[in-house]
């Protein structure tokens, strides 16, 4: 089975700190995703990659960054975090050779920015 | 992509069958029609899938209307594991299957 694994569980940071959120995923995935989710607003696509090297924009990319250093690594980025960013992060990968593309999902970050 | 549109709750006992209704009214004829449920404190799970008609997998059915404008999740024999929040998104494959979105889902509470 998909194994995403997210890094750290909870983060607590102040405004204007600089965050970083990691993921790996140890499937050979192609596509990786950040989504946001949001009490009454479900998951929100921030950014998403299709390979090393590759980012593509989401939905709500403004005040986030992310670089896909591997095939397994993604990284979500926050330069200048503010309170408006406190939410559960969720990283997910698939693959775009299988018939399904479904999604396989880490098991979150919450990250409370004061 | 096609917005669909969910009952927010739905309440149900162990051992229940359970119908989840989706409309996506504006699906496109590339898109493909996906549901997931995600439980407290970890990631959504992926569920089933399907374009038209009748898909079955070891955990539910799905079936969808002759105009693919009206998909139902079956949950046959519902335990309180099942309890939940189900999402159905459409997503066109031919652009890889990244461009997903969610929704608000429909929070299944499931009583002994």
């Known amino acids: 089975e998909a194994a995403v694994t997210q890094s750290p569980r909870n983060k607590v940071t102040v405004t204007g700190g600089n965050v970083t959120l990691s993921c790996r995923q140890t499937n050979s995935h192609n596509y990786m995703y950040w989504y946001r989710q949001d009490t009454g607003h479900g998951l929100r696509l921030i950014h998403y990659?299709?390979?090393?090297?590759?980012?593509q924009i989401g939905d709500v990319p403004d005040g986030y960054k992310a670089t896909r250093t591997t095939q397994e690594d993604f990284f979500l980025l926050l330069e200048l975090a503010s309170p408006s960013q406190t939410s559960l992060y969720f990283c997910?990968?698939?693959?775009?050779?299988?018939?399904?593309?479904?999604?396989?999902f880490g098991p979150g970050t919450r990250l409370t920015v004061l | 992509l096609a917005k669909t549109t969910q009952p927010p709750s739905m309440e149900a006992y162990e051992g229940q069958e359970v119908n989840v209704s989706c409309s996506h009214t504006?699906?496109?004829?590339?898109?493909?029609i996906y549901w997931y449920r995600q439980v407290p404190h970890q990631g959504p799970q992926f569920i089933i899938q399907?374009?038209?008609d009748y898909v079955v997998n070891e955990v539910a059915s799905l079936f969808i209307s002759a105009d693919r404008k009206l998909s139902t999740l079956s949950l046959p024999w519902v335990s309180l594991r099942d309890a939940a929040v189900y999402y159905c998104i459409v997503t066109d494959l031919g652009t890889g299957g990244y461009k997903v979105v969610f929704g608000s889902g429909t929070r299944l509470l499931v009583s002994p």
């Open positions: 504006n699906i496109a004829t590339s898109e493909y």
């Open positions: 399907g374009y038209k």
């Open positions: 990659s299709y390979g090393a090297g590759n980012l």
């Open positions: 997910a990968s698939s693959d775009l050779g299988q018939s399904s593309y479904e999604q396989y």
